[in-house]
């Protein structure tokens, strides 16, 4: 089954087109990655998924029956998506344990105000939601920073606890940033094993954005390749990594440019 | 988790982070505490009395202004529109209109909730000082409706409102014993449901907006939701409090609600500690009595005559300066690093300031 069919979508910021009518399609229970120089629209794209932005044509279909252009953003999490950002999008000041109970916000009961206000309905939820929160930090491994100030952590760590929000609404689909930015080696492999046990344990399909082409080709199922808003190439990574015209965007084009120069 | 084990003599003790926190939240004091408030008048005279009585309204409304500042993260210098809207609605509905006091007083607070709606949906797209700003306009707009519209509201001459309160088995008149165990059975109903409010996903739900609205929204919160929701709350509690204050004053003009009582309600919050309910609390009684203090603080140290509003305005730029640069997290700020102190005595960390306000209570 088709988790995601993008059809035709396309985007300009004032004459400036991000997305050039891109066409693709997910599968279910993929890891799908995302690759492209800088400016050739992959976080746009993302943005486009979460309806932070509007895009001008196209569709996104989502489980192949509800059109993302039609939904509110703040639909988006209830309907089973969650992403990550590429700059980190944390509450600063809040204790890490609370920037992981927000993302449970989409699966909390209670929908009532005036529930709210009853000690039982409350502490019932409270409980249930200090609970599920300690299970994502465990999954994570990052149980004993809880009651941590999130803006006093490194920021390795901040982007676990960015993952651990977006993990928190139980997401059908994860849209992951740029999840080894800024990272060491084997805080990259760290993460590279950790997305890999959350398609295993969630059953969860994740699409990245990367940079660091080790990580693409050892976890990805697929890759597409962005270039100024229009598709390269979508394949496998062996595939994708040997084609001439991917090379020759992501090595640059001194050939053909010093061929016109002599 | 965080543990760590220490020897005495033959025990050994088990220490872990999650066990300091469940222990922060054990609430022992709270039912001597409102016993001590109501026993309060067996030992004040009446002046006194009528002094708790400003400090209840004023701790509602710094309450109100905290789950919308506070919380929320939407500066508003608003906050003496609604109070004027709650009184002057509390008027029109009880003297003119001859309603029930207590339905007065509710719907004087839907009515601000509801004009609420005008500045709370623009701020979906106003943020920070311009909010504020526009937010300020609204005050203007309601002191300059309420002089214009003056067969209702008897514009500048004030309106008279009544001073006795009628609930249906009994009545009380402000300024009395009987008064002060309404009011302060509200307040203590507004502080507990205010707490168990903020610390629910609606609260969650409110610090995340004010922390980052981007992630906030991809976390699935309704920003325009919970933002008309904080200034709906907000200016409900504001408009109820302005209710109160117009039966405990008894005359209500439009000077009272200027956009002084604004800055007065900011300065109450940064006092006491932004984005707490008890700081709100102690903000508000800090403000109300300091006018008594410089009193006694004249009567001490300065030559007969000086004028206290000269010493008033002295004092209180002081204040605030003092705060702002010392304690931005205010008293509630300061209390809580002494209590931590003491709870973790012999494993304090350093920066223990910061750590006590992140574990605060709501």
Redesign the interface.
Same mark, same amino acid.
Request: aromatic share 12%; proline share 7%.
């Given at each position: 089954m088709h988790i995601l069919d993008v059809e035709d979508l396309f985007i300009s910021f004032r004459g400036l087109t991000a997305l050039n009518g891109i066409s693709f399609s997910v599968e279910e229970g993929e890891i799908f990655g995302l690759i492209g120089t800088n400016g050739s629209g992959k976080s746009t794209f993302f943005n486009c998924v979460?309806r932070?932005y509007k895009p001008q044509k196209g569709r996104i279909i989502y489980k192949e029956k509800i059109n993302l252009l039609r939904q /509110?953003?703040?639909?988006?999490?209830?309907l089973g998506i &969650?992403?990550t @950002?590429q700059n980190l999008? +944390? @509450?600063?000041? =809040?204790?890490v344990l609370?920037n992981i109970? $927000? *993302? +449970?916000?989409?699966r +909390?009961k $209670?929908r009532r105000?005036f529930k709210?206000?009853s000690?039982k309905a @409350?502490n019932a939820?409270?409980e249930w *939601?200090r609970n599920e929160a300690f299970r994502i930090l465990d999954f994570l491994g990052i =149980? /004993?920073f809880? *009651?941590r +100030?999130v803006s006093?952590l490194p920021y390795g760590l901040q982007k676990l606890i960015e993952l651990g /929000?977006a993990l928190a &609404?139980r997401p059908d689909m994860l849209l992951l940033d740029e999840p080894s930015a800024g990272m060491n080696d084997q805080e990259s492999r760290e993460i590279a094993r950790m997305i890999n046990s959350i398609r295993e344990d969630y059953g969860t399909t994740v699409l990245l954005v990367e940079h660091d082409m080790n990580l693409v080709q050892s976890i990805c199922d697929r890759l597409c390749v962005l270039d100024s808003g229009n598709i390269i190439k979508i394949g496998k990574p062996d595939e994708v990594t040997k084609d001439p015209e991917v090379l020759k965007i992501f090595l640059g084009e001194e050939t053909d440019a010093q061929a016109g120069r002599h | 988790m965080r543990t760590f084990t220490i020897k005495l003599g033959k025990r050994r003790i088990r220490f872990s982070d999650r066990m300091i926190k469940e222990d922060d939240e054990k609430r022992w004091w709270i039912a001597p505490m409102i016993l001590g408030v109501y026993l309060l008048p067996i030992v004040l005279d009446e002046y006194s009395i009528y002094l708790l009585h400003l400090i209840a309204v004023a701790i509602i409304g710094a309450v109100a202004l905290d789950i919308l500042c506070g919380f929320c993260g939407q500066l508003s210098l608003g906050h003496a529109a609604f109070m004027g809207i709650g009184a002057y609605s509390y008027g029109i509905l009880h003297m003119t209109l001859h309603l029930g006091s207590i339905l007065s007083l509710l719907l004087a607070g839907v009515m601000g909730a509801f004009l609420s709606l005008l500045v709370g949906i623009p701020s979906l797209r106003l943020k920070g000082l311009y909010l504020a700003i526009m937010t300020m306009g609204f005050v203007f707009i309601t002191d300059e409706s309420i002089r214009y519209f003056s067969t209702w509201t008897h514009g500048v001459e004030g309106f008279r409102v009544s001073r006795v309160i009628d609930l249906g088995f009994t009545k009380l008149s402000s300024g009395k014993v009987g008064f002060f165990y309404f009011i302060y059975t509200l307040v203590i109903l507004v502080v507990v449901l205010a707490r168990f409010l903020l610390d629910s996903k609606v609260g969650r739900a409110f610090t995340s907006i004010r922390d980052s609205d981007t992630a906030a929204e991809v976390s699935g919160i309704n920003l325009l939701l919970y933002k008309v929701l904080a200034f709906a709350i907000s200016s409900f509690l504001a408009s109820f409090a302005g209710g109160l204050m117009a039966i405990i004053i008894g005359t209500i003009s439009p000077e009272d609600f200027n956009i002084w009582l604004s800055i007065n309600y900011l300065i109450m919050l940064v006092i006491g500690g932004m984005g707490a309910v008890y700081g709100a609390v102690i903000g508000a009684s800090f403000i109300v009595f300091l006018p008594e203090w410089i009193t006694a603080l004249r009567d001490a140290f300065f030559p007969p005559g000086t004028e206290i509003a000269v010493l008033q305005y002295l004092i209180y730029g002081l204040i605030i300066l003092v705060f702002i640069v010392f304690e931005p997290h205010g008293i509630y700020g300061r209390w809580l690093v002494i209590k931590t102190y003491w709870k973790k005595f012999p494993f304090n960390e350093k920066r223990i300031g910061r750590m006590a306000w992140i574990l605060r209570w709501r």
């Open positions: 979460n932070l /509110r953003s703040h639909r988006i999490p209830e &969650a992403r @950002f999008e +944390l @509450f600063h000041y =809040t204790k609370e109970m $927000v *993302g +449970l916000h989409p +909390l $209670v105000l709210h206000l000690p @409350f939820e409270w *939601g =149980t /004993r809880h *009651g +100030l006093s /929000r &609404a | -």
